[in-house]
């Protein structure tokens, strides 16, 4: 038996270090421990050998298990290496200067975002940004939304854990939970408390919500939203900006309507659709893009305002969705993959 083992042994030694591809491997292993395999074999041998002797043959033939083992394990790591050594191509010199590149260019949604921001500048809207982490107050409290609502959830919302503290955003309540804003409209509470009306903002900024991620869906995603408050502004001054902001965007063919709605910041609330089937990529008469309203007076009067005076409009929507509209994307994914291929057709 010893000199059996030896014998295999010395067979797969000499087998498996010529082999150089992984299939080749997998043919080997089998043919040495699969079920049919020669030392598979010899172990089904244990059976015919006497009782006394079967303790000295076992240990030999464990033995000669872990050798054949370690055989195998030695030659699949050499072609493992081996495999990842060609994928990486030859060596390089990482002290040498990269070669150049080209000239870098700006991101779609960025293009998206600063061509909204210019064209409400032209309306007399001033760029706002706030933080990315915030309190349920700013999010969610200021905005009349109640503490039962769905979107305060946490399998809607990123809240962090309540040991979690950050010095440049202040609690406003105390108790409060840190979480990443849901939206933008956590900007428009921030700068009427800063301030009396007149206002006129426009906060673009990134936003997070649980979602799975899908074509049309993202857990980060970018929103654009807008505030104007003022005397005597109605939901034909709404209506009348969001003509203007898709027309300079999509062109002058570009028709909007609004559907009612609910949200809990505004009231009257609406859903924004447009139509702009002169767009490559555009099969639909209508299609949503955002939402709307009046502010509800009970807003104003968390932020100290007089809504008996004060009257103002918001609306927001998602960066991504224009650029997907304005380019012709038909994934969002495609946005977040850092895909050369893709950025390079936007220099």
């Not at 014998?7 to 299939?23: D, F, N, V």
């Not at 027309?247 to 505004?266: I, Q």
């Not at 209508?286 to 104003?300: R, T």
Request: net charge negative; aromatic share 10%; glycine share 6%.
């Amino acid at each position: 038996m010893q000199d059996t083992l030896n014998a295999l042994l010395a067979q797969a030694r000499t087998e498996l270090a010529a082999l150089t591809a992984r299939a080749d491997f997998e043919a080997a292993k089998a043919r040495y421990v699969g079920p049919n395999g020669a030392f598979t074999a010899l172990m089904k041998q244990m059976g015919t050998v006497p009782k006394e002797q079967r303790p000295a043959v076992g240990k030999l033939v464990n033995e000669a298990k872990a050798r054949l083992q370690a055989e195998l394990d030695a030659a699949l790591a050499r072609i493992g290496e081996a495999e990842i050594a060609a994928q990486l191509g030859p060596a390089i010199d990482p002290t040498l200067p990269s070669p150049d590149a080209g000239p870098g260019s700006y991101h779609p949604l960025t293009l998206v975002r600063e061509e909204m921001c210019r064209i409400l500048r032209k309306a007399g809207f001033s760029v706002v940004e706030g933080p990315e982490v915030e309190t349920e107050y700013y999010c969610f409290d200021a905005l009349n939304t109640p503490a039962d609502h769905p979107a305060r959830d946490a399998q809607d919302t990123f809240y962090f854990p309540e040991r979690a503290r950050f010095g440049n955003v202040t609690k406003k309540v105390p108790d409060e939970r840190y979480l990443l804003r849901t939206h933008t409209s956590s900007v428009q509470i921030r700068t009427m408390l800063k301030g009396e009306p007149p206002i006129r903002i426009v906060s673009p900024g990134r936003v997070y919500r649980r979602d799975t991620s899908d074509a049309t869906h993202s857990a980060n995603f970018h929103q654009i939203e807008c505030l104007y408050v003022d005397r005597d502004v109605t939901v034909r001054d709404l209506k009348a900006l969001l003509d203007y902001v898709f027309a300079s965007l999509l062109g002058k063919d570009t028709k909007t309507r609004f559907r009612p709605h609910y949200f809990g910041y505004t009231e009257p609330s609406f859903e924004v659709d447009l139509s702009a089937q002169h767009l490559p990529k555009v099969n639909k008469e209508w299609i949503e893009i955002g939402g709307c309203g009046m502010v509800d007076p009970a807003v104003f009067e968390g932020v100290g305002y007089d809504p008996a005076v004060w009257s103002g409009y918001a609306f927001g929507m998602g960066l991504e969705r224009l650029a997907m509209l304005l380019y012709g994307i038909d994934d969002i994914r495609y946005f977040y993959q850092n895909d050369l291929r893709f950025l390079r057709q936007f220099a």
